[in-house]
C-alpha cells in the first residue's frame, strides 16, 4: 500500500494535502507535455515548413520517459479532415489521470470536479485513433472565451494548486511559502527571494510575483506567478549546481526581452517553441523554452537565483508598455527603452500607473503647435536617441514619485517641465551648433594649414581641400533640413534663416581651401616672408571669429526670460568680438594686397592669392552678419526689443 494511501485510511487527510500538492504539479508539467506532443503530431501531419518541435528537454523537465510517445509526432498523418494519431487510446487515458490527479488537493473548489468529470467523460468518448479539427481546438485552445477546453482546465488547476501551496507552506522565508524542503535548501529560496525583494516594489500594487518552494525528490522546485496572465508561467528547479528554467508566454517579443535580460546572468536558452497553431485556431499562441545555468559552486548558484528573482519583475504588463510606447517611437525602440528601464531599476509600472502615453501626449500639447503637430511621434521631432532619453527620464522621474508617494498632478507637471527643458537643450540650437562646427572646423584647417606650410604641400593641400567640401556639403544638407522644418512649422523660420546665413560662412570657407590647393599645385612663389605672415594673421582673425560664433551660439541656446545677467553680458561680448574681427579683417586684406603687390610678380600666383585672401576676409563679414541674426533672435527670446 502507497504511503499516501495508508494516511488516507487513518482518516488524516490534510497530512496528504502537501504530498498531493507535489503530485499535482508534477501532473501539470506532464499534461503539458501531451498537450505539446499533440501539437507536434498536427504540424507534422500538415506538412508544416517549420522544423520539427524539440520536445527533449520538456520530455526530461516533466520527467518522462517514454519512446512510444516521443514517436507520436512523427507516426502522426492527416486524411481529410481527421488526424490519425498512434497509441491514442493509450493518450487518452495518461491525460485523464493526471487530470484526476491535478484535482485531487484542490476537491470541492467550485466548478473545478465537475469540468474535471465532465473532460474525462469527453476523453473517453473519442474515436481510437483520430481527432477532428474541432477535437484538437477542445483541447489545446488557450484563449478564454465562450467555451470551455482541456488547456483551460489545465490552467485553471494550477492557479487553484498554487494558491493551496501558498496555505499549506509549512514556513515563509523572506516572503516565499516553503514547505518539505532540506535544510540545504534555504540557502538557494532566501538568495532567490533576496532577488525578488530588490525590486518588488517596481510593480506597485500590480498582483503578481507569489513564490512558492517546495523539494521533490533530487529537485528544489520554486515557482513565481509572475502575473494574473494564465500563460504567463516560470517554474526553476535545482538540482545539485544546475538550475533549469522553464518559461512560458503569451507574447513572442516580451519572450525574447526576457531571453536578453536572463542572458545577463549566463542563461543559455533553448530555442523558444510555439504551443498552439493558428491555422486551427487554437486561440492565442503562446511558445515555451528553457534556460539552463551552470554554476561552479553555491556562491555562484545563488548569485544566479538573485538575478533570476531580481528581473521577473519588469515582465509585469511589459506588452502594455511596449504598446503605448509605440506611439512615440519605434517598434525596435520600444524595445529598447523597456530594456534600459530594467537594467536602471526604475521599470515601466510607474510610468504606466501615473498615465503612460497620456502623460506624454499632455506634455506634448501643453508646448503647442509650434512644437508638435496631431500625429507627430517624439523621435521624428526630437531625434531617436534623445526620445528615448526623454522616455526614460519620464519613467525614472514617475517612479521617483510614487516612492515618495507624490500626487499624479505633480508628475504631469514634472514630465511638462521635462519636456520643455529636453526641447530648449536639445531644439533648434542643436542645427545651428553642428553647421557651425563644419565651419570651425575649415577655419581651423586653413590656419593650422598655413601653419605648416600647405601651400607648398601639394598633397596635403588637396586632402584638406576634399575634406572641407564634405564638411560643407554636410552644411548644405542642415540648412536643407531646417527649409523643411521651416515649411512645417513656424517657430523654425527664424533659424531657417540663420542658417541660411551661416552657410555663406561654409561657403566662403569651403572655397579658400580649395584656392589654397591650387597655390600648392606651384603657385605659391613669393609667398615666403611678408606674405605668409600676412596669410597667417588674416586666417588667425578668422578662426578667433569662428570661435567667439560658437560661444555665442552656447550661451543663447541657454536664454530666456530666466536667464542670468552674466549670460547677457556673455552673449554680447561674443558678438563684439566677432564685430572686431570682421574690421580687424578689413585691413588685414589690404596688408595682404600690399604684400602681394610687393612680393609677387607672377600673375597666376597675384590672382589666386589675392582670391584666397579675400575669401577668407568674406567669412568674416559673413560670420559677423549671422551674428546679427542671432542677435536678434536670442534677445527675442529674453523680450528686449531689438
Not at 180 to 191: G, K, L, T, Y
Not at 532 to 560: F, P
Amino acid at each position: 500500500m502507497e504511503k499516501m494511501e495508508a494516511v488516507a485510511t487513518l482518516g488524516q487527510t490534510e497530512l496528504l494535502k502537501p504530498a498531493r500538492v507535489r503530485a499535482a504539479l508534477a501532473a501539470n508539467d506532464r499534461l503539458k507535455l501531451y498537450l505539446s506532443v499533440l501539437q507536434a503530431a498536427h504540424e507534422h501531419a500538415s506538412g508544416a515548413d517549420a522544423p520539427a518541435l524539440d520536445l527533449s528537454r520538456e520530455f526530461a523537465a516533466a520527467g518522462v520517459k517514454a519512446a512510444w510517445l516521443a514517436e507520436v509526432p512523427s507516426n502522426a498523418f492527416r486524411e481529410g479532415k481527421r488526424l490519425h494519431i498512434a497509441d491514442l487510446p493509450r493518450l487518452r487515458a495518461l491525460i485523464a489521470e493526471d487530470l484526476r490527479l491535478m484535482g485531487r488537493p484542490v476537491e470541492d473548489q467550485g466548478d473545478l470536479d465537475a469540468r474535471i468529470e465532465h473532460w474525462c467523460v469527453w476523453l473517453d468518448a473519442l474515436e481510437p485513433d483520430t481527432l477532428s479539427t474541432d477535437e484538437l481546438h477542445a483541447l489545446s485552445a488557450g484563449k478564454r472565451g465562450k467555451d470551455d477546453s482541456l488547456h483551460l482546465l489545465v490552467m485553471d488547476l494550477h492557479k487553484a494548486i498554487n494558491r493551496l501551496a501558498a496555505e499549506l507552506s509549512s514556513e515563509n522565508i523572506d516572503g516565499a511559502h516553503v514547505w518539505q524542503i532540506d535544510e540545504a535548501d534555504r540557502a538557494r529560496v532566501a538568495a532567490f527571494m533576496r532577488g525578488i525583494n530588490q525590486t518588488c516594489a517596481l510593480k506597485l500594487s500590480h498582483p503578481g510575483l507569489d513564490t512558492a518552494a517546495t523539494r521533490d525528490g533530487e529537485r528544489l522546485l520554486l515557482q513565481n506567478d509572475i502575473s494574473t496572465n494564465d500563460a504567463h508561467v516560470l517554474v526553476i528547479q535545482v538540482e545539485g549546481l544546475e538550475v533549469t528554467l522553464t518559461y512560458s508566454d503569451l507574447h513572442r517579443r516580451r519572450f525574447a526581452f526576457f531571453q536578453s535580460l536572463l542572458c545577463e546572468v549566463g542563461a543559455n536558452w533553448s530555442e523558444p517553441q510555439a504551443r498552439t497553431s493558428a491555422d486551427l485556431n487554437f486561440g492565442a499562441t503562446y511558445y515555451v523554452g528553457t534556460a539552463r545555468f551552470s554554476c561552479t559552486d553555491e556562491s555562484h548558484l545563488w548569485t544566479v537565483l538573485e538575478g533570476i528573482g531580481a528581473r521577473i519583475v519588469f515582465l509585469i504588463d511589459w506588452n502594455r508598455a511596449r504598446k503605448r510606447l509605440e506611439q512615440f517611437v519605434s517598434k525596435t525602440d520600444a524595445v529598447a527603452i523597456l530594456s534600459e528601464a530594467a537594467r536602471r531599476r526604475c521599470g515601466h509600472m510607474a510610468w504606466l500607473e501615473a498615465g503612460g502615453e497620456k502623460l506624454i501626449f499632455d506634455a506634448m500639447q501643453a508646448l503647442g503647435a509650434d512644437y508638435f503637430r496631431i500625429g507627430d511621434r517624439l523621435d521624428t521631432v526630437m531625434g531617436t536617441e534623445k526620445a528615448r532619453a526623454f522616455v526614460l527620464d519620464v519613467m525614472a522621474l514617475a517612479m521617483g514619485a510614487a516612492q515618495q508617494h507624490q500626487p499624479l498632478a505633480l508628475v504631469a507637471d514634472d514630465t511638462r517641465l521635462l519636456l520643455t527643458r529636453y526641447l530648449h537643450r536639445h531644439d533648434e540650437f542643436d542645427l545651428l551648433a553642428e553647421h557651425a562646427a563644419y565651419c570651425h572646423a575649415m577655419a581651423e584647417g586653413l590656419r593650422d594649414g598655413l601653419a605648416h606650410g600647405h601651400e607648398r604641400d601639394r598633397k596635403a593641400a588637396r586632402e584638406f581641400a576634399e575634406r572641407a567640401k564634405d564638411w560643407e556639403r554636410r552644411a548644405d544638407q542642415l540648412v536643407m533640413a531646417a527649409r523643411a522644418r521651416a515649411a512645417a512649422r513656424p517657430r523654425w523660420e527664424a533659424f531657417a534663416e540663420l542658417v541660411q546665413t551661416a552657410d555663406d560662412v561654409a561657403d566662403a570657407l569651403e572655397e579658400a581651401a580649395f584656392l589654397l590647393s591650387l597655390i600648392a599645385a606651384d603657385h605659391h612663389q613669393g609667398w615666403r616672408g611678408e606674405v605668409h605672415q600676412a596669410m597667417q594673421l588674416l586666417a588667425d582673425a578668422v578662426l578667433g571669429a569662428a570661435q567667439d560664433h560658437v560661444r555665442a551660439l552656447e550661451v543663447a541656446r541657454t536664454m530666456g526670460e530666466g536667464s542670468s545677467a552674466e549670460d547677457h553680458e556673455e552673449f554680447v561680448a561674443a558678438l563684439w568680438r566677432v564685430l572686431n574681427a570682421e574690421r580687424q579683417c578689413d585691413v588685414l586684406l589690404r596688408d595682404v594686397r600690399r604684400a602681394l603687390a610687393e612680393h609677387v610678380s607672377d600673375a597666376a600666383t597675384l590672382n589666386l592669392s589675392t582670391d584666397f585672401a579675400q575669401a577668407l576676409e568674406s567669412a568674416s563679414d559673413w560670420l559677423l552678419a549671422t551674428g546679427y541674426g542671432l542677435r536678434r533672435l536670442a534677445f527675442s527670446r529674453v523680450g528686449v526689443g531689438q
